[in-house]
């Protein structure tokens, strides 16, 4: 496996989502409507656990959204083209990586909007946003994998939400965990463990994408 092939994958998905901008823009639309309406519901959250527990739902349903796409939008023709230029790991880490640069940007996208409307509890930024990337690292690599699995199945969208519903939930506690004591001000010590396991899970995933993606990519 070449770095210069995970690059050219690379590019390609962002020359896709650039040429094709309805999947970008409508996830956007997505996240910001669904952040107005809660604002017009709550107006304003005083209640820290409240406020953080809205966010990471909306967080949730944006991953889905934006890692669905992943191999649903492939055709047969297209990932029979990608089958004979490329390797299988090289394929599924280039759509993890893509998947991550394209989770962040919407996710602190949804957390500035969420912030402007619903007003921010958060004492310590810093730890919050370390947090999302961990998160939105682990959210990529889980819904890419269950997404391809999804794609040979051919049941979609519903089938992935399902596979993926048992890995994210401990992952979704531990980031509760984590922004929740961002959101009181605690000391970055007091939340090391569970950033720890947040690493463990993403490279675990990635272990896991490495080496059972080949299996999926020959079917």
Not at 30 to 44: A, E, G
Not at 107 to 118: E, G
């Amino acid at each position: 496996m070449k770095t210069k092939h995970i690059s050219e994958l690379i590019k390609k998905e962002f020359l896709l989502e650039f040429r094709q901008k309805t999947a970008l823009n409508g996830i956007l639309l997505y996240v910001i409507s669904t952040v107005f309406v809660c604002y017009l519901s709550f107006k304003n959250i005083v209640n820290p656990v409240t406020w953080n527990a809205l966010f990471w739902v909306i967080l949730l349903f944006g991953a889905i959204n934006t890692s669905s796409k992943s191999f649903l939008q492939e055709t047969k023709g297209r990932a029979l083209y990608n089958f004979t230029l490329y390797k299988p790991q090289a394929m599924i880490l280039a759509k993890i990586i893509y998947n991550t640069l394209l989770l962040c940007v919407v996710n602190l996208i949804t957390l500035l909007f969420y912030c402007w409307f619903i007003g921010s509890l958060v004492q310590d930024f810093s730890l919050f946003i370390l947090n999302i990337v961990l998160s939105s690292m682990a959210l990529s690599g889980v819904l890419t994998l269950t997404a391809g699995i999804a794609s040979k199945a051919g049941s979609g969208f519903t089938l992935m939400a399902i596979l993926s519903f048992p890995v994210t939930l401990p992952l979704l506690l531990v980031a509760l965990k984590v922004s929740k004591n961002a959101v009181d001000g605690l000391a970055m010590s007091a939340s090391s463990t569970y950033l720890l396991v947040l690493v463990f899970i993403n490279v675990i995933v990635g272990v896991l994408a490495f080496l059972l993606f080949p299996y999926l990519w020959r079917e």
